[in-house]
């Protein structure tokens, strides 16, 4: 493969900021509409519900769901005898019934599958009275996921009955953009309507469409999801805004100290016994005093955690692992002031990564055989957590090609910010105005970095295979 002839700069980042994933260039005008909408992710109303979404259509301090859904039809060019716009949901869904293209829901009784781009209206539980509208994403794993305007972060650790009852608008933070979920039987779906497209083709999707105010955490949320610490909610979503089940939580903290089993005499949680998919962890971690006691016998393993709960596992966990307790920052959940508190999948991601990087490495030599664009190459590469790793002096030694200029050359010793060898940091491989970013770790002032990394960066196949080191 053609080697690089480019200036190797290496760039250490604590935080870096992440680069957005983004909706692909759409082929159909449905995917342009549903681009239109999630490229206002996050976008959050102003005071007195001002939108501008709103003021196009003469009402700018109006409920915009529907005018949100309509601006994003206007901006993809669609006709309105195709999209019918309109500034009132229900008065929307009956234009689309007089056209013929209004589909009943799975709870009403209807058989049609939601396609990418159609308008879902929602009901209210106690009336039947249509009250909101959506635009589908898709659908996934018997899940119906939207991107809405004038909404919050559904709450799904309650019946959305009870959720309903409790809310208190006048105490609800303000409105946004964002992607929901239901499952397709949904009671609080009435129905879908079918926009005449002239085109219709799905609007390809990289990485999470929905980080919204968490796109910063992008670096963050992506490394947790990968390794399964806290899962993604579909293969586009993330639900950043959303919270995360207390005994779910509880099994990722404990695995970064690697804690279970429990001493004979740990009692049982009324609502975690045995047979409970929680119960190992909740044992463990019970006998280890890293849970918060009420005095009440009972853990409530599936509602969300709030901040405080999770501050104190991980406080709990960093002692375990001998390393200085520190404080993170857990935001209430937009719905944290109704049934109980709760923070975010967002924060709680940051948190947990914060900790990922601060566990120390256990590493060794890797014998092998190492070989780059067929060279055979001595470098003192190491393994860790089951990765091999390569020095990165060793490959600006060995291809001339990739040196660095003298202002931006690597210092005799590396020093971390706030950090010591062995533990993992945030960097980015740069070259010619292409960025990677990856994860690496100090080890005797060499700077190591992932080996399918470094072949990606580099265009090349750079492999290990076991062997004698030679």
């Known amino acids: 493969m053609k080697r690089w002839s480019a200036i190797l700069v290496l760039v250490l980042a604590l935080c870096l900021g992440g680069v957005p994933a983004r909706a692909l260039e759409p082929v159909s005008q449905s995917g342009a509409v549903v681009a239109q909408a999630l490229g206002q992710m996050g976008f959050t109303e102003g005071d007195d519900e001002y939108t501008p979404f709103g003021q196009r259509y003469g009402y700018p301090n109006g409920y915009w769901c529907d005018m949100f859904v309509s601006w994003c039809a206007d901006e993809a060019g669609v006709s309105k005898e195709a999209f019918p716009r309109s500034v009132n949901c229900a ?243 937009d719905l944290a002031q109704i049934l109980t508190p709760y923070t975010t999948r967002g924060d709680l991601a940051r948190a947990l990564y914060a900790v990922c990087a601060d566990i120390p490495l256990e590493t060794e030599v890797f014998t092998g055989f190492l070989s780059l664009w067929g060279k055979a190459l001595d470098w003192p590469a190491r393994t860790a957590d089951g990765v091999c790793y390569v020095p990165v002096q060793s490959l600006l030694s060995c291809f001339p090609e990739l040196t660095a200029p003298e202002d931006a050359s690597l210092p005799d010793t590396i020093e971390y910010p706030g950090g010591s060898q062995g533990y993992r940091r945030s960097l980015t491989l740069s070259a010619e105005g292409r960025a990677l970013r990856t994860r690496g770790f100090l080890w005797n002032n060499t700077l190591y970095v992932p080996l399918e990394d470094a072949a990606r960066f580099l265009s090349a196949e750079l492999t290990a295979e076991p062997g004698e080191a030679g």
């Open 91 to 333: 008065r929307q869904t009956r234009a689309f019934t007089a056209l013929g293209r209004y589909q009943n829901s799975a709870a009403r009784g209807g058989s049609y599958a939601p396609l990418q781009g159609d308008l879902v209206s929602f009901q209210d539980l106690k009336s039947g009275r249509i009250h909101h509208v959506g635009l589908v994403l898709y659908t996934e794993g018997g899940w119906l996921f939207t991107v809405e305007g004038n909404a919050l972060t559904s709450r799904l650790d309650y019946p959305p009955a009870q959720v309903s009852e409790a809310r208190v608008p006048e105490i609800e933070p303000n409105d946004y953009v964002t992607v929901n979920r239901y499952p397709l039987e949904d009671a609080r779906l009435h129905g879908y309507a079918v926009p005449a497209y002239a085109s219709r083709e799905p609007l390809a999707l990289e990485g999470f469409v929905d980080l919204g105010r968490y796109e910063n955490a992008r670096e963050e949320i992506e490394t947790v999801a990968a390794a399964r610490l806290i899962p993604p909610t579909s293969s586009h979503t993330f639900f950043p805004r959303a919270g995360m089940a207390r005994g779910a939580f509880l099994e990722s903290a404990l695995s970064l100290c690697g804690l279970s089993g429990w001493a004979d005499g740990t009692p049982v949680y009324s609502d975690v016994p045995p047979g409970s998919p929680y119960y190992g962890a909740v044992m463990a971690a019970r006998s280890a005093g890293l849970l918060p006691e009420t005095g009440e016998n009972v853990f409530h393993p599936e509602l969300w955690i709030s901040g405080e709960d999770a501050q104190t596992i991980l406080s709990g966990v960093l002692a375990r692992l001998g390393l200085e307790n520190r404080s993170f920052t857990f935001t209430p959940g």
